[in-house]
């Protein structure tokens, strides 16, 4: 039998282990830029390449923003990191850490109350959601105005955690319908945290899922901002990036996912999948 | 025998009602089980990337493999370079931050169960506060705490998959602690004394001794640990934030997926979450079950 104590051999065998695993963390590929970047037509390696930038996204919209970083690495060589979450988390986040370069908002709200604590530089927009009523494909139940949710189960987005689900509160406060719409919900539906969550109640039971706009809920708007934050080190590079997000490519792959100012027609079809700009389901 | 066929059936009865509680709780974990795999077979494909989607996935798993079903949708997630880095991360945190808290969790559950002092009540809660607060509270305060380090081990940690290893850890330490001082608590300490008298130091009789007696307790610590950590995600997402590729592990997929409301992406990662467990905690009970009976054998001789 060895004469090494048990205790003493354990203690090596986790020493060894703890050096073995943390060589084994991943490490992620250099931040070289991607090949074919000098060769694009558009190779305007842009402030800052090779840089790093530190953004927090709201992860509402992550699937735009996901495809727009990648298309900006190509293009100018800054690598984009995307830390996701709830806008208010993210802004509690940057107020304690006060690390990273931007912060892209799911609404004004959040950017203005970052620029108003001293953590960011005015926001710039860079697209718009609107409150639509999100029903099954081909609205079976014939939903037109909130007015026919009388007697529907309704998920809507929470007015106090969702930007949507704010501007919806402000748009119907205005025409004096909104008492009436939140005991709709209290009593015989849900709020949700997230408009994804509020989609997905209706998707996960109908195949398609369809937007009905309301002319009461037009003025139920909310922008997505970005805004270069006061503390990053790599300003320009950061202005850089929220430059590209507010323009023309910013702009194309935001609307391609249901972003932006694009006016609908009543009912009109807007594929299987629901998107942030649906602030409400009904069915 | 009247007599011998009345408690005969009282048996019966016993072990039925507890077949029923045991069995009606596994049910419901299977059905949900069920469901999920039901949900991801009956869902088209490309739910989740016809807006677009993830373009990693829809480049490399499109032809084929992205197909729908249950198959197309694990295909779909595995694509996707970012899901691999996650259960790589994964993988290696949890099992890091599982030693780190067996290496606090072993002296500090001996020391709480076979010292008394005064202020120990109050020590002991302290313990609890990474059970008892909000997971997200923990992931702010260590953010606060680290603020105040030095700027090179902020920058080595906030937002680094360091962070991950520490949030993780800093909770499945408490729940390691807290089973381990119950094991030791079990642990008769006459052993150890009589070692003593043979003139054992105490490092020794506890090496030799309680150690091996502790074994059982450690594997299960190490088990809750490990699966605390898997399923670990409040303190990450404020402490470590939810990087793709970065500090993203499996809990933080689900919840990114969710929050762009892609549903099979979600579901076929949480999937994927409870298969790694079930692999992982079967191989340490059997893992246990050996050393249980390694350690009957050995003390038999």
Redesign the interface.
């Known amino acids: 039998m060895s004469r090494i ?4 051999r ?2 090596a065998v ?1 020493g060894v ?2 050096v073995a ?2 060589a ?3 490490r ?1 590929p250099p931040a070289a830029p991607a090949p074919g970047a000098q060769s694009d037509a558009r190779s305007d390696a842009g402030p800052g390449a090779g840089a790093t930038l ?1 953004v927090y996204c709201a ?2 919209v ?3 923003i ?2 727009l970083a ?1 298309q900006y690495r190509r293009r100018s060589g800054v690598r984009i ?5 709830g806008s208010n ?1 993210l802004l ?2 940057i107020e ?5 370069d931007l912060f892209l908002a799911a609404d004004t709200t959040y950017t203005t109350l970052a620029t108003r604590r001293g953590l960011a530089e005015p926001a710039a927009p860079i697209a718009r959601m609107t409150a639509v009523l999100a029903v099954p494909a081909g609205n079976p139940l014939g939903v037109r105005t909130i007015g026919d949710l009388a007697t529907l189960r309704v998920a809507a987005g929470s007015p106090d955690q969702t930007a949507i689900g704010r501007a919806t509160r402000e748009a119907l406060q205005r025409a004096g319908r909104w008492r009436g719409f939140d005991t709709l919900v209290r009593r015989r539906g849900v709020y949700k945290p ?4 509020v ?2 109640d209706v ?2 039971q109908h ?1 398609g899922v369809v937007a009905v706009e309301d002319p009461l809920l037009a003025g139920a708007r909310s922008e997505i901002a970005v805004a270069v934050l006061t503390c990053s080190r790599q300003v320009e590079a950061a202005r850089g990036f929220a430059r590209f997000l507010a323009g023309e490519a910013g702009r194309r ?1 935001l609307e ?3 972003y932006g100012g694009v006016r609908r027609v009543a009912g009109g079809t807007r ?6 700009s649906h602030s409400r389901a009904a069915r | 025998m009247p007599h011998a066929s009345r408690i005969k059936l009282a048996d019966t009865a016993f072990t039925a009602g507890l077949a029923a509680a045991a069995g009606g709780y596994l049910l419901l974990l299977v059905l949900l089980v069920a469901a999920d795999l039901a ?1 991801l077979s009956a869902t ?1 494909a ?3 990337d ?6 990693n996935v829809s480049d490399q798993g499109g032809g084929g493999l992205g197909g729908g079903g249950l198959g197309g949708a694990f295909a779909q997630a595995w694509a996707d370079p970012n899901i691999r ?1 996650a259960v ?2 994964t993988l ?2 949890c ?2 931050s599982t ?2 808290a ?2 606090v969790a072993v002296p500090a559950g001996y020391l709480f169960s076979r010292s008394a002092f005064r202020a120990k009540p109050l020590l002991d809660t302290l313990m609890d506060i990474p059970i008892v607060l909000p997971p ?1 509270t923990v992931g ?1 305060s260590l ?2 705490l ?2 105040l380090a030095p700027a090179w081990l ?1 920058r080595m940690v ?2 680094q ?1 360091a962070a991950v ?1 520490l949030a993780q850890f800093v909770v499945a330490a408490a729940l390691a602690v807290r089973t381990m001082r119950a094991a030791f608590d079990q642990i008769d300490p006459r052993l150890e004394q009589v070692a003593r008298t043979l003139g054992a130091t105490r ?2 009789a ?3 001794v309680t ?2 007696e502790a074994r059982p307790g450690m594997i299960t610590a190490a088990t809750l640990a490990w699966a605390r950590s898997l399923g670990e995600f409040g303190p990450l ?2 402490f470590a ?7 993203e592990v499996l809990a933080t997929t689900v ?2 997926e ?6 099979r992406g979600a579901v076929a990662v949480s999937l994927m979450m409870i298969a790694t467990a079930v692999v992982v905690l079967t191989a340490a009970r059997l893992l246990h079950a050996r050393w249980g009976r390694v350690q009957s054998s050995s003390s038999g001789s």
């Open positions: 104590n048990p205790l003493y354990l203690l986790c282990l703890v695993l943390a084994l963390m991943p992620r530190l992860a509402s992550r699937q735009p996901d495809r990648e990191d995307l830390g996701y979450g988390t509690s986040q304690v850490s006060r690390q990273g997230t408009v994804a969550d989609a997905g998707a996960r195949p792959v391609e996912f249901g594929g299987a999948k629901p998107d942030g | 949900f088209p490309g739910g989740g016809q807006t677009g989607g993830n373009q880095y790589r991360l290696v945190s099992t890091l030693v780190l067996m290496l997200l702010l953010l606060i680290l603020q902020q906030v937002y998959p290893v490092a020794q506890f090496g030799w150690l091996a997402l404020v934030g939810a990087t793709r590729g970065k500090t919840y990114l969710l929050s762009a409301g892609n549903l």
